[in-house]
């Protein structure tokens, strides 16, 4: 039972535009929302979180939104740039449970010069 | 450079001998995460540690998986009389306290023959 879905694999995007990466939950005990970036043979970057108790968070080019009654949240980057081109998972953490991530499958972007 | 280390990188084992996976936290980090990575999947949990304590291991495998994080020294993830199925890239994150972001390693690589 996937709890953390990413139902896109991949995107492709020009550089400049915006990207929008989804994401979407099944377990309303989920409380705190991250996403990490990954390249090929390194591990995980951490790039911007998101508490439940709000539903915007922005970090320069990065802002991530969360709407708790779809369950749903989205990154979005803008504007796209090629060195952005990479797999990007979210997590959640559970509510009271340690920090453990729950990870999404991850959606490789590709940003075209 | 004062990031989760993680060592081997690449680690070749045929099948029924044991694998040894290590990991470094970050300086001032005390919870360490280990997670598997299979081929074109997402990260999933295995098991959560502080020093001399496993705080949750249900993503461990019930038989011939174990972890510790001694008071001295990295966390070691050891995998014993390894099958092909094991053959994944294994994470390990570190993070402080409370709802720090975890830092992940680069990854070992395993590679059963």
């Known amino acids: 039972d996937q709890q953390v879905k990413q139902n896109s694999p991949s995107l492709s995007v020009q550089e400049g535009r915006i990207s929008i990466l989804n994401c979407d939950y099944t377990n309303s005990m989920f409380d705190y929302f991250l996403w990490y970036k990954k390249y090929p043979a390194e591990g995980p970057t951490f790039l911007i979180s998101?508490?439940?108790?709000?539903d915007k968070n922005e970090d320069g080019r990065f802002t991530v939104f969360l709407n708790k009654s779809a369950k749903h949240l989205s990154l979005h980057i803008v504007p796209s740039q090629p060195g952005d081109s990479a797999v990007y998972f979210c997590a959640a953490i559970l509510n009271n449970a340690g920090n453990m991530l729950t990870f999404g499958g991850g959606t490789r972007l590709m940003v075209k010069p | 450079n004062a990031g989760v280390m993680q060592n081997p990188r690449h680690l070749v084992r045929r099948r029924g001998q044991e694998a040894r996976l290590r990991c470094s936290p970050m300086?001032?980090?005390?919870?360490v995460y280990w997670y598997r990575q299979l081929p074109e999947e997402g990260l999933k949990f295995m098991v959560y540690?502080?020093?001399?304590?496993?705080?949750?291991e249900s993503g461990m495998p019930k038989e011939r998986f174990s972890a510790e994080f001694p008071k001295e020294g990295p966390s070691i993830l050891r995998i014993q009389q390894v099958v092909r199925g094991d053959s994944a890239a294994y994470f390990c994150?570190?993070?402080?306290?409370?709802?720090?972001?975890?830092?992940f390693g680069d990854g070992t690589r395993l590679s059963i023959l």
């Open positions: 994150a570190s993070s402080g306290l409370g709802n720090q972001p975890q830092h």
């Open positions: 540690l502080q020093k001399e304590n496993i705080i949750d």
């Open positions: 998101i508490s439940s108790i709000k």
């Open positions: 300086k001032g980090h005390s919870h």
